[in-house]
């Protein structure tokens, strides 16, 4: 089990991070005016709500660390398990930043 689980969130972080530079891409591409003005009380929160969450996530991958080492996690785990976990962390806070920050024109239904 040792590696597998590091494997599977570097794999995932790194996914999260190439579609958050591939949909950063594809709106500067797309021009300045593309995407719909949002409803004032959704851009307050659309402003205010990826700070919250990079917050968030810092603190969980400070407690997923500090679990790690008082737990004695590493018979079971290895560092880079933890450091994957860390990465996963890390792609899925730079997807709602950008997410958030660069927004795409909704398909036609």
């Not at 679990?67 to 709602?96: P, Q």
């Amino acid at each position: 089990m040792r590696y597998f689980v590091g494997l599977l969130c570097f794999v995932g972080g790194a996914w999260l991070m190439w579609s958050a530079h591939a949909r950063k891409r594809r709106v500067l591409a797309a021009g300045p005016l593309s995407a719909p003005a949002l409803h004032p009380s959704l851009q307050i929160l659309g402003d205010a709500m990826p700070p919250i969450i990079v917050l968030a996530l810092i603190i969980i991958g400070a407690k997923i660390a500090i679990a790690f080492a008082i737990t004695d996690a590493a018979t079971y785990l290895s560092l880079f398990d933890l450091a994957g976990v860390l990465f996963l962390l890390a792609g899925y806070g730079t997807s709602v930043v950008v997410r958030s920050r660069y927004r795409e024109v909704p398909l036609p239904r």
